[in-house]
């Protein structure tokens, strides 16, 4: 990596035309000369002192599109834990030598199951979103140093791999207008679509809308037979009170469940378990964190950890005591977590799960796309071969994101 250009100027540029927009575009003035700025790349270890992490977080106030996942308390434990050995680097994006953007990159040799060497995002198993933190209204200069950086890389690198990435909002927009002012090609090799809680109903409204009167009757039947085993409870944090029992609690609810039979539980994993403890400490330290548990004679019997981004936020992990399933705690939890949409300033809720999930794609309605994209890079030596590899996964179909 030392070898390799650490810095890339990106120079102004007036776009004149853009790709077709994705779905539920954000409305866009017209274009303006975008400022340039330049991408550094570093060792992720150099973001770890105070004030690299404090210039972060004075970031991620200002983010473009809010993404827990690469912000510094959550990003800097994966890393630790996850990458020790320094090969997923950090790419900073600084405007007159400002932090003005974040993402984390890594050299892949192998793409899937094919020994195709290429640039990509970094992204991990407890990562759910893959949008970089780009400060407010600079979204194109950012892809643009980004591009110019990966353009500028030897010739290891067939193309660049975008894990994750939301398909509508001003980052994506952004994105196609660049592409489209530079000629240059991108494939969208995988899309599929989050599920979301966005709407200006109440919880209840919200809840009757949604769930059918059966359905609701059910729910309420089950709450009452619980209720009859012992005290029910639902208890709410918003700061740091008991947060080292609550991760403790949760821990263990989630390992004696499927998961844990699976291996893919926190606990499975000295590296997903000291994830766990450090993310929701740096989120509450920062008031980035709401917990929300169900308890019955005070014994937690489901639990949910969100991560408060606004105007958004992430439901990061839930869990519930699978030998009461009969009951469905884990619906009456996201029952009770529908008052979320009274919280002042907050607009929508990624579950970070997709439209395949049993239970959450029930309850929630709307639907956020995310994709997978890769984007050609280099000369046009490198250009002609990621066209070829392109065509054969995408079977034929066009170009475009």
Known sequence: MASQPNTIRAEPVVAPTRLPPGPNPTPRMPHKPAPAGEIRCVDWREMQDMGAVLAWDALAMWASEPNPFF???????????????????????????????????????????????????????????????????LERSFWRALLGWADAQGG???????????????????????????????????????????????????????VSGKKRKEYRRQANRLGELGALEFVRHEDEDDLSAWCEDFLKLEAAGWKGEAGSALACLPATTALWR?????????????????????????????????????????????????????????????AMLDMPGLGWIDSCADETHPMITHLWRERRPVGRVSIEIGGAVRRGLFGVMARRELGGAGFGI
Do not use: C
């Open 71 to 137: 912000e510094s308390w959550y990003l800097l434990p994966a890393l630790r834990g996850l990458a020790p050995d320094g090969r997923v680097r950090i790419l900073r994006f600084e405007m007159g030598g400002d932090l003005a953007g974040i993402m984390p990159i890594v050299r892949q040799s192998r793409y899937y199951t094919r020994p195709i060497p290429h640039w990509a995002s970094w992204a991990h198993p407890n990562g759910f979103l893959g949008a970089p933190l780009v400060a407010r209204g």
């Open 278 to 338: 450090e993310a929701l400490h740096g989120a509450a330290a920062r008031g980035r964190l709401e917990r929300l548990s169900m308890r019955l004679d005070g014994r937690p019997i489901a639990m949910l950890a969100t991560f408060i981004t606004k105007p958004g936020a992430f439901m990061f992990k839930t869990a519930y005591d699978e030998s009461l399933s009969a009951y469905s705690p884990g619906v009456l939890l996201q029952r009770e977590n529908l």
């Open 156 to 210: 290891l690198g067939l193309f660049l791999h975008l894990a994750e990435l939301p398909l509508s909002g001003a980052l994506a927009d952004a994105l196609r207008d660049v592409l489209n002012d530079q000629g240059r090609n991108a494939a969208l090799v995988g899309r599929r679509q989050h599920v979301m809680l966005q709407s200006d109903l109440s919880p209840e409204a919200y809840f009757e809308a949604t």
